[in-house]
């Protein structure tokens, strides 16, 4: 594979698992070196890419927790010296009636998929304005763009990723940084299998086969299938694309 990201410093949210271990995977193939942030082990991540002889490290986490992102800063800049790119990956999406969500889930849902892109923003971006490049990727969702019954906390806190994102991309682009979105739809992953049925008493497999049947592609969503669009909003390539939100979902959203 292409060494399109040979040694650039790249820092992965919420990479021990699903999409974010497929980004890991792919930009580590790539020539990148790896740095997964996780509040879970990610050990077996690891020893892929390093067995691949690709460069990956990893550190625990809770990214909603502003102290314990400092610190995180402040190791991965002793360690690395920069963050070339920064992907905001880590988030929650347990579902929930409106009349049934608390306040406390409320918050923690926006802490997770939200707050936690402010705070590892903060870290690193004011290196990539010295440097005069870098990459910001945040993970939304393309439930945002359709809304779905018992997801109200969750289609919020992905609006406000989608706004972030617009957002910080005016103030940096002057500065070489470009600051772009990812909306996948309902991908395979360990964290979407392990879901308890909805509230409407849909599996995870019935709810695959549903988006399937609304998709251009007709076929569930994989980690995989994303890694590619990271890799492109990365590159070169996209050195004058920012404040955009990239559909990865297999043409479900289709918009005219």
């Known amino acids: 594979m292409e060494k399109r990201h040979q040694n650039k410093v790249v820092v992965i949210t919420g990479g021990a698992a699903g999409i974010g271990r497929a980004f890991a995977q792919r930009v580590a193939q790539e020539g990148a070196n790896v740095v997964i942030v996780d509040r879970i082990p990610a050990d077996e991540v690891v020893d892929e890419i390093t067995k691949e002889n690709g460069k990956a490290v990893a550190h625990a986490c809770d990214v909603g927790d502003p102290e314990a992102v400092r610190q995180l800063g402040v190791t991965i800049l002793e360690g690395f010296g920069r963050c070339d790119v920064l992907v905001n990956n880590a988030g929650i999406f347990p579902s929930c009636r409106f009349e049934d969500l608390s306040y406390e889930q409320w918050r923690q849902m926006i802490t997770v998929n939200l707050d936690s892109m402010f705070l590892m923003a903060k870290q690193f971006v004011p290196g990539m304005r010295q440097r005069k490049w870098g990459r910001v990727v945040n993970m939304t969702s393309n439930s945002y763009a359709q809304v779905a019954p018992g997801l109200t906390h969750y289609i919020a806190s992905k609006a406000g990723v989608i706004g972030f994102t ?91």
């Open 166 to 256: 617009r957002a910080l991309a005016s103030e940096l682009g002057a500065d070489g940084i470009t600051v772009n979105a990812i909306a996948p739809g309902f991908t395979r992953t360990p964290g979407t299998l392990a879901r308890k049925p909805n509230f409407n008493g849909m599996t995870s497999e019935q709810l695959f086969e549903a988006h399937a049947n609304r998709q251009a592609i007709p076929r569930p969503s994989e980690p995989k299938d994303l890694a590619g669009a990271l890799s492109f909003l990365m590159s070169d390539d996209a050195a004058f694309m920012t404040a955009q939100t990239l559909y990865v979902d297999g043409g479900q959203v289709r918009s005219g």
